[in-house]
């Protein structure tokens, strides 16, 4: 817990809107968790978590134009889509829904989050910082290098469809392998005292505060963002989560994912049976043996790491943006182990895999028949519309006509009377539908034909 001189030294001023950029595993998911869960207890304390889902991850994706929905793309399957490929881009309608929350909000602190805004250009961060309005406060929240790359890897054989052999993915990310670097996007995530300076030069150092994550605090980063925004303590603590996956379920689903690139998997596939699915309802949810092997940096590795992290501190001390923990954190010796080719799954680790996949399958058969029985509803509906809209439109021929015959109409007055007839034909039937239809999109619920219409 941070003492209260510092807790009040960081809370900003009202309506300021809170940028939290991360960039990945360093803490993010259960800060974004806890936000989610308690967004009541957080409107109550004077903060708007704006939106429903737990992180602005689609809303921003819209915004920077990224493929964030990964389900939707159409390309082959396979890493490094994410700034690249022009399907699986939400609609422009989600970052505008945010957008009217956000400005709508006259009196309350408001918190934004998402990683993948700290992969961006320059560009695209002005333009961000730009949409978001005034006043904006950015929040980096940083952790050793040597502990970050690695879950990485892990993390994209699990979300991204990785299928590259770990050590030869470090060889590109560390720039070993000139002729095919990664996207330059890992890169502007990686390179910590760039990142900082990047963000500091667009929107000033005074708008610039950075959370050195230290695993003997695990309540630091918590504690900095509820002083921030003003929030009791204990309102963002939330339990571990995201973790990683290890060495063995790594290995195994990269292989997967070879499996499923070679035969042509689409990604819908893929985010469903093996991301949400296999994994998701499979190791996620097994309790993980303190033996098992975890995804370490090789020595090789490490060594680059380790001083990558030391001149990352020592850049970040020369921008003047306003630090929280202790930045020689950045360059602590990593953790290490040789890499070794796993050949062989334990039983039980892979039929937690093979289940996960099965519950997986048996849990989108149930949504599909729940869709299924949704239309079937509203089918039902629109027919029941449909002969009411024909009753109205025959009750009206036959006032029309009736009139007519009382009143001794000549025959240009009975001809008008056929009217109403052509005028409730096919077309106006369909034009009745569809207003229907468009209030019912908007209301969730359906009125009867205006008639002045």
């Not at 309506?15 to 936000?35: D, E, F, N, Y």
């Not at 949409?131 to 040597?146: E, K, M, Q, S």
């Amino acid at each position: 817990m941070l003492d209260p001189e510092t807790a009040d030294a960081l809370l900003l001023p009202p309506r300021t809107r809170l940028l939290h950029i991360g960039p990945m595993k360093t803490g993010t998911t259960s800060l974004q968790l806890a936000a989610h869960r308690r967004r009541e207890v957080l409107l109550a304390n004077g903060v708007r978590y704006p939106g429903t889902a737990p992180n602005h991850r689609r809303p921003l994706g819209a915004l920077m134009e990224w493929s964030v929905n990964t389900w939707n793309r159409a390309r082959p399957l396979g890493p490094d889509r994410l700034d690249v490929d022009r399907t699986g881009i939400p609609a422009r309608e989600e970052w505008e829904r945010l957008k009217e929350e956000i400005d709508a909000e006259i009196e309350r602190r408001i918190f934004i989050t998402h990683e993948f805004v700290s992969q961006v250009d320059d560009a695209t961060a002005q333009r961000i910082i730009d949409a978001i309005g005034d006043p904006t406060h950015v929040c980096i929240t940083l952790r050793a290098p040597g502990r970050i790359v690695p879950s990485l890897w892990a993390q994209s054989v699990r979300d991204d469809a990785q299928t590259e052999p770990f050590e030869s993915w470090l060889g590109r990310y560390f720039g070993k392998d000139s002729e095919h670097p990664l996207p330059e996007r890992h890169r502007r995530a990686y390179d910590q005292g760039q990142l900082v300076s990047r963000w500091a030069s667009l929107i000033g150092p005074e708008n610039v505060t950075v959370i050195v994550v230290d695993r003997s605090d695990p309540d630091l980063l918590a504690s900095a963002v509820e002083a921030m925004l003003g929030l009791p303590h204990e309102t963002l603590s939330w339990k571990r989560s995201n973790d990683s996956l290890t060495a063995t379920d790594a290995e195994l689903f990269r292989h997967v994912n070879v499996i499923l690139r070679d035969r042509k998997a689409t990604w819908s596939t893929f985010h469903n049976l093996v991301w949400q699915g296999a994994i998701k309802l499979g190791p996620e949810q097994r309790s993980v043996s303190p033996n098992e092997p975890r995804v370490l940096l090789p020595p090789w590795a490490a060594e680059i790491a380790d001083r990558d992290g030391a001149r990352f501190a020592e850049h970040i001390r020369g921008t003047a943006v306003r630090v929280v923990g202790d930045l020689d954190n950045l360059a602590v010796k990593s953790p290490t182990a040789p890499w070794r080719s796993i050949e062989e799954i334990p039983v039980n680790i892979a039929a937690e895999a093979v289940a996960g996949a099965v519950l997986a399958g048996q849990r989108a058969r149930r949504d599909a028949r729940k869709e299924l029985d949704k239309q079937a509803a509203e089918l039902e509906q629109l027919q029941t519309e449909l002969a009411e809209l024909t009753a109205e439109r025959d009750q009206l021929v036959e006032r029309e006509r009736s009139a007519a015959s009382s009143l001794a109409l000549s025959s240009a007055a009975a001809e008008r009377a056929e009217r109403p007839a052509a005028m409730f034909g096919a077309h106006q039937l369909a034009a009745g539908l569809k207003r229907r239809l468009l209030r019912r999109v908007r209301t969730h619920r359906s009125h009867p034909l205006d008639k002045a219409r």
